[in-house]
DNA sequence: CAGGTGATTTGACATTTGTCAAATAATAAT
DNA sequence: ATTATTATTTGACAAATGTCAAATCACCTG
């Protein structure tokens, strides 16, 4: 569950420990629910204890899937949740799931106040980047048809789970692109 | 210089700012100087005070231009510096360069012993985190031109600077792409 | 200043992916 | 089951960028 997310990241004091995980909120959310509505001012780091969501927000008209999330992981809008733009996201389940969230304000006064959790903040950010960074390089070096099979490598139940139109916009394809590139297997 | 850079990412206690301070080394290296040479062990953050630099590494025979920093950055070889690879990394002077370097384990060192200087890290590591992101959104959504318009606009000299090949390469095209960027103007 | 080396530009063509339109398949609702 | 709706596939063509080769240009050295 979520402490043992955590302390996979870093380890907390059981002082930190609880008040950290008294700063999170729960919610058990049917399939096709919107857990941030465009236009709302407070941005959550969530993590997705069951089910599935994605992140997603409109660029000049479209929908741009920005982040897919599965059982156990963590997720936000980077951009959102460090820039505060573009704040017209969207995060909906895609199944019903169960998600805690922590509010962008209340997690950095607990790293004020906690060394610790200030420590754990950083290692979240770094794994941010981590991720970040071998997903641009993967946008810059390799071809759509590789980055498909690494995302069936990564998380090999996701075609079965999410519809390939969000699929192929999160790998930065169009849909019908995506199409092409799994019937030549 | 350094101390006044770094207070404009977090403010330090005159003790955590002495310890810092004295982790940096400085080194002044003419042009061409490779501050970091392929199997170097140590990684290190750099702030460039005067001159220009950039990152860069192998990628199946060809050279890739990670990032170019020019007068008063810090910068660093995100991937080698956090998850230590591709390890082939070289950091080479473009100009006559005056520059500082911490070490990853002296930096993690400090960020334990003071919660000021986790801090520190934790807003640096989240600036690369925002810049990674906007990269990749520009990679991403605009086509080369725009990317070169946008690098012109953020270093409306660096073309003086630095060779069109390595601002190709930073970019993600080709350098005759990029000429033919620029005659069309 | 002449020659040589490296940097940049130009040309012809190939490849990848996108766009728009239509067809087909899958799923949900009556 | 039948229809309506949505998801996926397919086709024809266009746009952006890459590749390879050659031509220029710029600068440094002797």
Redesign the interface.
Known sequence: MLQKAILKISSLSPQSMISFLAAWKYWSVPKDHLLVREQTVSDYLYFIQKGAARIYYY?NGKEITEWIALDEQFFLS??SY??RTPSHLIIQTLEPSEVYGISYNDFMAL??RH?DI??L??KM??A???L??E???S???ETAHQRYDRLLKTSPNIIQRVPLSYIASFL?ITLETLSRIRSSR
Chains 1, 2 share one sequence.
Do not use: N, V
């Open positions: 660029k980077i951009t460090f820039q790293a004020d060394h200030e420590k903040l950083r950010i770094t941010s980047l981590i970040s960074q997903r641009m390089d946008i810059q070096f930065g």
